[in-house]
Each structure stands twice: as structure tokens, then as C-alpha cells.
């Protein structure tokens, strides 16, 4: 049966029923596809953290730093770090350019998984992201992960820092440097590269020599002169050893071996002391009294005493350097003009460490200096981070 409508619609009213119904239309579409990328986004992000939780599991013996990933993803939800459809937006690229550079900081790319981190590899995973291998994708994300981690660890302690070898890093997660950390901020900044490199020392004879490296290696190459092989492994053995330092000490004496120099630092300022004579061996680490006495200076700790005798004065202890301007010293430690007539005991706010250093270059106004490598050391330290032969 037809029904017939006697009053009829105009078409502005059947315009508005239309454009009512469209809309209507419009929006069920829209929340359709939004349920359906939900949907797809939860399926891309469970199959990638299952995958991520598989590939450590299956892979762990050959990361540097297992422990540390595993926290790293963990702290992420078991994400990818890397590699996802919007990849354009992660430092994928920043951290291979990185890894590329690690020489200009006396490092070696062959140390940070260069045969799985390849750009052809990391391109194809990028272009069928979501389509391709899961566990393809997930491994070379870990992968990378873990050499970021190794890069930061090995600027900040050293690759071969026998105080701080890579199981003892993996496994502190207490306060602290903690490179898994370090990296989970940088990948939320825009400057990734600075973010990274932050993990290095920052006195000043480790950025001086640090920039001349850079120089070299990177700015250097190509012009019309070329830097002796022999000159950037020397500098790459005392970035090394200079990374062996608390680098988040300000205030602090070092004793140079090669150099025969006693240099106090103090915030951006070196004083240095040549020593006359000395026996290195059995130092303190630390001290945090002095005593003046005729123009000598002990250092004191409840072991081993250090004694900075006045110039001239013989050695009567395995524990005691003999230095120029020995007064100037401790006038420095004290604060003020500290006098040469009769005993006086002077204490420390807080405790001044020692560290005993063996550098055979460094950068003096401009220039690299090299000292005798008197103990024969620097040959065995190279060979360990050329060829990763251990010490």
C-alpha cells in the first residue's frame, strides 16, 4: 500500500535530511575506523612485545649488556625502541650515525654489533614495518638497543675498566650513571646525539684530547695532510685511561706517572706541581687532613699517608713525592697563605681524592704533548682495544 503525503517537502528540508543523514553516516564511519586502528594498533603492539620478550630470551649470550636491555624494554612496556610505523619519528638513523662515529672517541665500531646493525637491513624493516618479520624486527631492535647501551657504558667507564668490567655494570641498579636510563631520555629528546655523549667525562684534558680526536678523525679527514695511525691510537689509549677516572669528581689531586707532574684540580682550574722524586706505589685513594711543617706537606689518612715533602727534601718513605713549591700546595688546599714556621694541623671539609694516572699525551694550549711510556704500558692497552685482547 502506498501512502501519499499531502503536504509536500521543499528541498531545502530534504537538503537538511540529507546533510542530518550524512553526518549520522560520517560519524559512524569515523568511529568504525577508529575502533578498527585500535584494534590493529593493540594486535601491532601485543605481537611486538611478544616478539621484543622471545628475542631476549633467545638472544641474551650475545648482548654486552643483557641485564641492562631487558630493564630498558621492561621500563618501555616490552615496545619496540626503533622500528615502527612511525619510525620517522624515533632516532633510528641518529643512533646508526652514532655507532658509525664511535672512532672519534677512541672507540671501535667493530665492538657494537656491526653485522647485524646494517642500513640496507634496517631500511627494509622500516619500509614494511607491520608487515614484515616480527622477530626480524624485533631482534635487530634489540640489537641496537644494546649497542647504544655499550657505547654509553664504554664513555663513561671505559670498554676495558677493570674496576667497572661490563657483568659488574650489568648488574648495578642502584643510584648512579645507568646507561639504560641515559638512553631512554635521550630517545625523548630532539638533540639525541648530545644526550648520549653526555655520558663521557667532562674534565678538561678529556674534552681537550677528546676534541683533537675528533679533529683527526672526523673534521681532518680527507684534507691535504693525514694524522699517523700511530698518533690517533696513542690518543685512543689515554681517552681510554682518563674514562678509569670518577669523572663526577671536581676536586681532586693526580699523580702522572709519565708526565712526573702533580696537577690539583679544582671546578675548571689544574695547578700543576712537578715532582722532584717519588715512589708511586701504595698511595692513598683519598685523604682529608694535612699537616704543614716547615715547608712539608702530609697529606692525612688512617693508611698510608701521603707526604708532599719541601723542595729539595729526600725521600724517607715509600709514601712520599717530592714536588716544587710544596708550600703553594697546601696554601691551595688550605684556602690561604699557609706558613712555614712550626706544625699545623689543618682539616679538610670533606675528604680530597687521589687518583695515581698514567697518561702519556695530553693537550697543552693547543698542542698534544707525549710523554715516555716509561712503564712500557701503552703497546699491551692497545693491543687489548684494537684486537680485544684482555689486560
Known sequence: MIQIIEQPITINELYSINYKTMRKVKRLTRCYVSLLLLLAASNLKAADTTAIRAQLAAHRNELYYPNSVERFYKAAGFRLAWIAPD??????????????????????????????????????????SGKSNNRQTALYDIMLTDAVIAFANNLHYGRLNLEWPPAKIDKKTGTGFRAEVILANALAQKDFYSAIISAQPTSASYKSLQYKMHLVTGLYTGDCYETPESEIRLMAVNLERMRWVDGNVNNFIAINVPSKILSYYINDTVYRFKIKSGVFGNLPSSFNEFVADNG???????????????????LIANNFITVQNAGKLASLLYGRQVGNRGARHFQLTKPLAVYVTYYTCEMQDGVLISYKDIDHRDEKLERALYRAEKL
Request: with cysteine; glycine share 4%.
Open 87 to 128: 619510525t620517522v619519528k624515533t632516532h633510528a638513523w641518529d643512533a646508526m650515525l652514532l655507532l658509525d662515529c664511535v672512532i672519534q672517541y677512541g672507540l671501535n665500531h667493530s665492538d657494537y654489533h656491526p653485522s647485524q646493525l646494517l642500513y640496507p637491513k634496517l631500511h627494509e624493516l622500516i619500509e614494511n
Open 296 to 314: 712539608t706537606m702530609v697529606l692525612g689518612q688512617k693508611k698510608n699517608p701521603l707526604t708532599i715533602p719541601a723542595e729539595g727534601k729526600q
